[in-house]
């Protein structure tokens, strides 16, 4: 049985006080908003819904073009590039007026425009600048090969082997976890050049041809029925030397540089993203019939200034950087805040959703975890308190790295 | 924050450190008048220090955080309001030490002719006090009350924590001859929704200073305490509990940062009030979870009085009752939010 999902179609946004420092910045968002009005596709939540994957690419290719066309896609790239030289400051404009406009996430290039573009312009050589930047700009597909599936949180324990022979390397292995990863052109990966030292020494960091003699793909299916992740397989595939970034053995700090890019206007977008998407779980009272109860009405209270909250972390945390006072631990704060408030969202639109939300609904797609289809949203917002370092993960670097609560010895391993 | 406002902070800070927590009140006092703490609640032209709503919130967060017996949230919403009502003269002696105390919990209080009648809750510091500011439950007049007004009492009950000194007034047809009217109408409905939004981040600043201090004596407990061959911070399961409550205290400090950012614009509006309740109920959540998990962390030694941490824990507790309704805004935040969805939906 299929039913309808008609939440999101059935009310305005409402208009939210942005909360931001002195306003210098009025004649860029004017801008912005003004271009996005213009060019968000209508109606794109109805049109990716029920549609098959390779719909969903093609849309977001269309709306990737278009939006590097008029020069929002690389807000973060240097001047020198079309599109980049934005402050920070301006960075957080574009993407909160994103959020407002509810325009498609850019899912497919992420990877290539944050994760990928900034490894190379931080790491990589000129050489690697002028043959890659160009492809990400014309909108090749990149995605990451950092996770294995006996390296996870424990990302240095990876095993994924890199043999030099003469001027390539030979890699063998698994990776898991890359999202897009079988639409990808390019992968940015982590392997095991060597065993001696601390695990992390022995890493070395590749920019991988997708296409190369070797590997293979294979779509991960998901719980909600969706394939955004990909296992890779490596069997024998070379890599020229000269898709090598930084040193042998030096990959660890160039995967530093990865993880570092996004700079916390991700979830910028997001935490607004959620805060626009309040009215959804009014509107699901409303039809839900439970819009006069009182408990749910407490909950949701809580909930709008939880909501509130994760966009005011957001915020000062960007200040922060901007001011350059960023300390250790913050950004895992952000995350965290951002995921258990994420979960908490959903959880609430689930539960006011009742009976209705456990039916299965069309699958919407490219729309982040608030579609309004609940059960989906839910399952969907395990992506924030797992992906991208665990909320565990989260809580004991700012347990020891922030707040200095002491570190189990090295050498506990338990033999297994 | 500004060069300004560090400055403030880094002044304040080792005056109430200096004393200790919870410090005689008389010489707290003395010290507040003359380093002119209260003066960040005036603008230049009356004779204040014109930093505007953060350093007044930095006052009260500090004092939250030495849990000081200084009546700063009555104090600053105070002098701020009768500042905004052209009271010179008060806002003057207020700032030289003059305490004219408002209630810290809900008051109602009905116009009858020419008298008034009802009562206030939390009325802090009532021994030193000399006058009332109070309002009616319609908040169409705002007034202050002589201590000595006929027809006004006075119950003082001891609170579970000590910093705090809490009286009810109760007013039985208390003459509008014996009271000094500050505004009516809509000027007073002004005033009085400045005065409450005002109250509700100030106990946001005051309840934040608290739940910081807790939480950083709690993580200073686990770092020293060994059971095990080895600290407690060591066991993961307890720096966890330990990194949630600091994510969630950040999201309130955050939300109040933003909050003050929103409010040195307008503090008298619609969204100013919405905003000050998430600010002080976001806030008073955090601090009870951080005020019942910094006690179990503790373990024995947080049931003994000789350790600082039922101080913190009793304020917390207390802080969750202040406000309108004890801060239990969750309802109202609802309503509005509801209300608006279906404005912008039509």
Redesign the interface.
């Known amino acids: 049985m299929v039913r309808r999902l008609k939440q999101w179609e ?6 939210l ?1 942005m ?3 002195a306003g210098n910045n009025d004649g860029l968002r004017a801008q912005v908003r003004h271009w996005l009005t213009d060019n968000v596709p209508a109606g794109w939540r109805q049109a990716m819904t029920g549609v098959d994957q390779a719909a969903f690419v093609a849309a977001q290719k269309e709306w990737f073009f278009k939006l590097s066309g008029a020069g929002f896609a690389t807000p973060h790239w240097p001047a020198e590039w079309p599109g980049g030289g934005r402050s920070l400051a301006e960075q957080k404009i574009i993407y909160e007026e994103i959020a407002r406009a509810d325009a498609p996430r850019l899912i497919l290039y992420f990877v290539s425009l944050y994760h990928a573009a900034c490894t190379i312009m931080e790491c990589g050589t000129s050489a690697q600048h002028e043959k890659y930047l160009p492809k990400i700009l014309a909108g090749e597909v990149w995605c990451q090969g950092f996770s294995e599936p006996n390296a996870g949180s424990d990302l240095a324990s990876l095993k994924t082997r890199a043999e030099r022979k003469s001027d390539r390397y030979v890699i063998n292995g698994q990776k898991i976890w890359s999202t897009m990863g079988q639409y990808a052109d390019r992968c940015l990966l982590l392997a095991r050049s060597g065993n001696s030292g601390p695990p992390q020494a022995g890493l070395t960091y590749f920019l991988l041809d997708m296409k190369a003699k070797g590997v293979s793909v294979r779509p991960i299916h998901q719980i909600t029925g969706d394939d955004e992740f990909a296992e890779i397989f490596f069997d024998d595939v070379e890599v020229p030397i000269e898709e090598r970034v930084g040193e042998e053995g030096a990959g660890w700090a160039v995967a530093q540089a990865t993880l570092a890019s996004e700079r916390g206007l991700t979830l910028v977008e997001l935490s607004q993203r959620m805060r626009y998407a ?2 959804m779980l ?2 699901a ?1 409303e039809s839900s019939g439970v ?1 006069n109860d ?1 408990a749910l ?6 909930l ?3 909501v ?6 957001a ?2 945390y960007l200040l922060k950087r901007i001011s350059g006072r960023e300390a250790v631990g913050d950004a895992s ?1 952000v995350k ?2 951002y995921s ?1 408030t994420l979960r908490a969202f959903t959880s609430l639109g689930l539960k006011i959703g009742g009976l209705d939300a456990q039916y299965l609904t069309p699958h919407m797609r490219g729309a982040t975890q608030e579609t309004g289809a609940w059960m989906l949203d839910f399952m969907n917002s395990y992506n924030w308190t797992i992906a991208g370092g665990s909320d ?1 993960v ?3 670097i ?3 790295r ?7 010895p090295r050498n506990w391993l338990f033999e297994g | 924050m500004s060069d300004e406002l560090v400055e403030l902070r880094d002044s304040i800070r080792p005056v109430l450190e200096a004393a200790g927590p919870a410090a005689d009140l008389d010489s707290a006092w003395s010290s507040a008048v003359e380093l002119g703490w209260l003066m960040t609640a005036a603008s230049e032209d009356l004779g204040g220090l014109g930093l505007g709503l953060t350093s007044m919130t930095l006052v009260s967060t500090e004092c939250g955080r030495m849990v000081s017996r200084l009546p700063m949230v009555s104090a600053l919403a105070s002098i701020d309001v009768l500042g905004h009502a052209a009271d010179v003269a008060r806002v003057e002696a207020m700032m030289a030490g003059t305490l004219i105390a408002m209630p810290l919990a809900d008051s109602a209080i009905v116009q009858s002719s020419d008298t008034l009648t009802g009562s206030a809750e939390a009325l802090p510091c009532v021994d030193r006090a000399e006058a009332f500011l109070l309002w009616t439950e319609d908040h169409s007049m705002l007034y202050v009350v002589p201590k000595e007004a006929s027809g006004l009492t006075l119950t003082s009950t001891p609170t579970w924590d000590a910093t705090r000194q809490l009286s009810r007034a109760t007013l039985s047809e208390i003459s509008l001859s014996t009271v000094e009217i500050i505004a009516v109408d809509d000027q007073a409905r002004r005033l009085v929704a400045r005065l409450l939004t005002l109250r509700d981040v100030l106990l946001a600043a005051d309840t934040v200073g608290v739940a910081n201090a807790l939480l950083d004596t709690t993580i200073e407990h686990l770092q020293v305490r060994y059971q095990f061959g080895r600290p407690l911070a060591m066991f993961q399961a307890l720096k966890h509990r330990v990194a949630d409550l600091r994510t969630q205290l950040t999201g309130a400090e955050a939300l109040l940062e933003n909050t003050l950012a929103l409010l040195e614009q307008d503090l008298s509006n619609t969204d100013a009030a919405v905003a000050a309740m998430k600010a002080s109920t976001l806030a008073t959540q955090v601090s009870s979870s951080i005020a019942e998990e910094g006690l179990q962390l503790h373990g024995g030694i947080g049931m003994a009085q000789e350790h600082i941490c039922h101080l913190y824990l009793k304020r917390a507790m207390l802080n969750c009752r202040l406000g309108r309704q004890g801060c239990n805004y969750a309802n109202d935040i609802a309503e509005r939010f509801i209300n608006s969805c279906k404005v912008a939906g039509g």
């Open positions: 059935s009310f305005a946004l409402t208009e006080p909360n931001e420092p309040l009215p009014v509107s009272m819009i009182g009405k407490a909950e949701l209270g809580e709008i200034t939880r509130d909250a994760a966009c005011a972390v915020d000062q704060i965290l805040y258990r565990e989260q809580r004991n700012i347990a020891e922030m707040l200095g609560m002491q570190r189990e």
